[in-house]
């Protein structure tokens, strides 16, 4: 843990995993995007697991878009969740934790979920990388997961084209939310999401979220798998 000028910070090896603002902000913006798809959500139909915990930053804008959300949190290192509940107030956010390895717990879950969020890096800050699992043992699992019309959503930096490749593979569309100022790329995919534009106004209906949305630029990334076809390839791009 330590405190800069931003807030309070929980890094794991060296990665900033969570950010507690001394302002009462509730986090930063790539969280806010991890978060964001929740508000596409039917209200009756918000179950969410995070993967990858750690000090509750996406916990927390999940639950204050949405106040009601049962919130299941995985995270393999007991000692960041303890910084958490001493330093973070993770406790506060009515949080199920789960301390285990993500991949475990996919395996033996029976449960199912309108949202899952992965947000899972492993190795230190200049090499920084997915687990190996992830693209062909993870994203099928996921699948069995979600609910139907649910939502999966990935943080990205450099594995972006595996992930949308992974996403395509079980249907539905597929949009990044490419975040101004980082490397993050939030890749969100399911049957029923809308198109940048209309998945642009129906974020900006959420008065938390309408400080976040000058700093994210969304793509299209397709629809379905299609065989051949480019998932980098150009796109619809909403800025609006």
Do not use: C
């Not at 798809?37 to 878009?65: D, E, K, T």
């Not at 789960?98 to 200049?126: K, M, N």
């Not at 106004?201 to 379905?224: D, I, N, T």
């Amino acid at each position: 843990m330590r405190r800069t000028r931003d807030g309070l910070e929980l890094r794991v090896d060296g990665t900033l995993a969570s950010l507690r603002r001394p302002d009462g902000g509730v986090t930063g913006v790539v969280w806010w995007a991890l978060a964001a798809p929740i508000v596409l959500l039917p209200p009756h139909r918000r179950r969410v697991l995070l993967l990858g915990l750690a000090g509750g930053s996406v916990a927390r804008a999940v639950r204050a878009l949405e106040p009601q959300a049962e919130i299941v949190g995985v995270e393999h290192d007991a000692q960041v969740l303890r910084m958490a509940r001493e330093h973070l107030g993770l406790d506060e956010l009515n949080v199920e934790p789960v301390v285990g390895d993500a991949l475990d717990f996919l395996r033996h879950d029976r449960s199912q979920y309108d949202l899952i969020v992965e947000d899972l890096f492993i190795g230190p800050s200049r090499s920084v990388r997915k687990p190996d699992w992830l693209l062909e043992t993870g994203y099928p699992l996921f699948a069995k997961r979600r609910r139907p019309g649910g939502l999966i959503v990935s943080n990205t930096i450099h594995e972006m084209p595996g992930i949308v490749r992974a996403m395509r593979r079980l249907g539905g569309r597929v949009v990044s939310l490419d975040v101004r100022g980082h490397w993050n790329r939030i890749v969100v995919s399911g049957e029923g999401l809308p198109a940048p534009i209309q998945m642009r106004r129906a974020l900006r209906e959420h008065a938390p979220l309408q400080a976040v949305l000058p700093r994210l630029a969304l793509k299209s990334r397709g629809w379905g798998a299609v065989a051949g076809a480019d998932p980098l390839g150009s796109g619809s791009v909403s800025r609006l």
